[in-house]
């Protein structure tokens, strides 16, 4: 027989109900829908809020972020700082996270929160506190390395400076979601391996990280993501230079938004962006082979 699993609920607690579940559409809708709609319409006429003017232009915005050298540029500049970053957070992370889980079972919780008090520090005071440690005559980089080089006003060097310490900031978020999925794996299938002779590379490489993989998908995707909008610590070192050696794509939205007031033609490299995002995105899980 069946029965209510719960009571009939009271007037005041649907009523409850029904109210947070219209202010959470009138939420999404005013601070998001509403706003991508209006960018989206703004992507096919020249906008500039400022002078008021608001003509319709087509498709031109999307014919000229196609056509701009610089919006190449700054696509090569976003893959190159996304996929090496990427790399290392996903890698740094899970080779500590395992190192923790297997060694320092008594200090987790410790070295959970030292890798993670970067992550939560904002981009900005970190940023400028790694431009002065780049400070070619000052910085204590260049003092440790004993070397002379400028770091961000060198076309060779300023991108890679970046990625160094984005990569520094943002690898103890992968620490910590790896320690988590590792936390959770079945004690049963790991002592299986152990009984049955499994060494330590063995039991990571057929036990361990198979079981991973759904966390490292998501670290992946919520790092691709994160690191295509990425502009904070290109507008606090470098401001896209020397030259276009830093320029990202988020970098040039915020340049045409923010600066030049040309809101239309930002609008068009925003969801230019997007797609392009989404396309990674999709890549991802077809390389991970959860797609359906």
Do not use: C
Not at 65 to 79: A, E, G, K, Q, Y
Not at 124 to 147: C, D, E, R, S
Request: charged fraction near 10%; glycine fraction near 6%.
């Amino acid at each position: 027989m069946f029965t209510k699993s719960h009571p009939l609920q009271s007037k005041s607690e649907i009523i409850l109900r029904n109210i947070v579940v219209i202010g959470m559409i009138l939420f999404f809708g005013i601070f998001l829908i509403i706003p991508i709609v209006i960018a989206f319409a703004g992507s096919f006429h020249e906008w500039n809020p400022l002078s008021g003017t608001y003509r319709f232009l087509g498709i031109d915005n999307y014919k000229e972020v196609i056509m701009s050298p610089l919006f190449w540029t700054s696509l090569w500049n976003t893959v190159i700082f996304s996929v090496v970053v990427i790399i290392f957070r996903v890698g740094l992370g899970l080779a500590i996270a395992y190192a923790i889980h297997s060694a320092l079972v008594n200090f987790k919780s410790f070295f959970r929160s030292v890798f993670y008090m970067p992550v939560v520090t904002p981009m900005v005071a970190v940023a400028f506190v790694w431009k002065f440690m780049y400070n070619p005559q000052i910085g204590t980089i260049n003092q440790l390395l004993g070397l002379d080089v400028n770091w961000l006003m060198n076309p060779k060097t300023a991108l890679a400076a970046v990625i160094i310490m984005t990569i520094w900031k943002d690898f103890g978020y992968a620490v910590v979601m790896f320690m988590a999925g590792l936390f959770s794996l079945p004690a049963d299938a790991l002592e299986a391996a152990k009984v049955d002779g499994a060494n330590a590379w063995q039991n990571f490489r057929y036990i361990t990280f198979p079981l991973l993989k759904p966390m490292t998908l998501f670290v992946t995707i919520t790092s691709i993501i994160s690191y295509i909008q990425a502009y904070v610590q290109i507008l606090i070192m470098t401001e896209g230079g020397p030259g276009t050696a830093t320029y990202l794509s988020s970098y040039i939205i915020y340049d045409e938004a923010f600066v030049k007031y040309n809101f239309g033609y930002a609008s068009a490299l925003s969801f230019v962006l997007f797609v392009i995002t989404a396309g990674f995105t999709w890549l991802s899980f077809r390389v991970s082979g959860t797609e359906e």
